[in-house]
């Protein structure tokens, strides 16, 4: 808070005013040092596991990789439109079976390597192969029946089946192009065609990258050097921004603390969308959720709005099923499975379950998470099911509960149109639907607009009736940074942080 004092009063006149003409002096002066910066702090809650996302699912590694450093053939921008970016322009057959893409020409890896059509081709074959981990090998790589290079700036997709989300699947970062000679190091030390190359990685701490003078539009890029720094506990967060140690956390800081820096005017809080679905995930594959009854128990139990409003500090939306509010043709399912006790308990009873059921609550790092299980381990326990938490690191949960080793969990899908995961029966909580399989298929190789939004619908229905998982809540994004430091993402259409775009002011 600015201190008040009286307007040049009795003895303390010539001291008011003097104070005054020197902060008045001292204006411009600051303005002009905060716009000459070039480095900046970017504080993420997470730290991933490496930096390759063409391999491993964690969202943290787009928030540092994606765009800045790798680069994908389309670009998916703050409001959710695609643009060109490796890719200067495409076409698409009528059928929409076929893409040509023309490449930028001149494009270098940071390693001096040439960009062409051989390190598409390397890329996607590498992502479609047997064994491969792309998460989004399913949804994207798969649907590729064959992919030629005419020439060295000239690629053409072959798709199985007509996909309307093809270009945004492109501009997502398990799409981001790499080069054979490289791609192997990838994990731990990316090279790309970004405006920033990869500079060293202090585990525990922080990322570092530096601009990459050879970028193509390398004048553009104001910030010479950032700094993602990895901070999990919230008071932590709070406390490093107030000390100026990080300059900005552009999404993940605890909604409890915005107001906080809302009164402060040494700082911007901008509120964005997000196509994030928070769920309380369930094992299908373990009795007894294998019965869907038990399923939609546990969906009744949960009281979502007590959940956004004690835990999000009311700054999300409700949900039913595997859907964002941003996304186009969104139904609202909430009403499938309210909130209702009593019809839990009816329901586990029906199935057969003796209470008190004992299960296992497992947590990942996120506030969202440890907070957001200690309230619904209460709403559980008031129909008769008793939740163990288990609280564990990132690691552990990708390694444990993302491999199918769990009865419940609380996770944040970050990605957008990533229902096609209920597809694959392996995904870690087990949805086997032939069902859902065969109306994602039909989804997919529809042209008619029509057509296709009964069957987006349809979709989501299917979901919310089987109550594959407890769908809770789609968050809004609170960008937190000091006032000057101008472009960080405000929405989050992907997790991304789009630096080049980012400057002082």
Known sequence: MRSSLPLCAQRRLALACALGASTLALVPVTAQAQSSKTTAVVGMVLEPPGLDPTVAPAAAIGEIVHLNVLEGLTKINVDGQISPLLAERWSMEPDGKSYTFTLRKGVKFHDGEAFDAADVKFTVERAKAEGSTNKAKKALFDNISSISTPDPHTVIFTLNNPDGNFLFRLGENPAVM????????TAQRPIGTGPFKFEDW???NAVVLGRF??????????LKKITFRFISDPAAQVAALLAGDVDGFPRGLANQSLKQFQADARFSVTMGATAGKGIMAINNKRKPFDDVRV?????HAIDRKAFIDGVLDGKAVAIGSHFAPTDAGYVDLTGV??????????LLKEAGVQTPLQ???TLPPPQYARQGGE???????KVGIQAKIENVEWAQWLSGAFKGQFDLTVINHVEPLDYMVYTDPKYYYGYDSKTFRDLAAKHAASTNAKERSSLFAQLQKQLAADAVN???FNPQQAAVAKKGLKGLWHNSPIFANDMAAVSWQ
């Open 178 to 185: 790499l080069d054979a000679k490289s791609a192997a190091g």
């Open 202 to 204: 202090k585990k525990g």
């Open 213 to 222: 003078d050879g970028y193509r539009t390398a004048s553009a890029v104001k």
């Open 295 to 299: 399923r939609r128990a546990l969906a």
């Open 337 to 346: 499975t309210p909130y209702d006790p009593d019809k839990a308990r009816a």
């Open 359 to 361: 299960v296992t609550l």
């Open 375 to 381: 309230v619904l381990a209460a709403q559980l326990a």
């Open 470 to 472: 407890v769908y809770i």
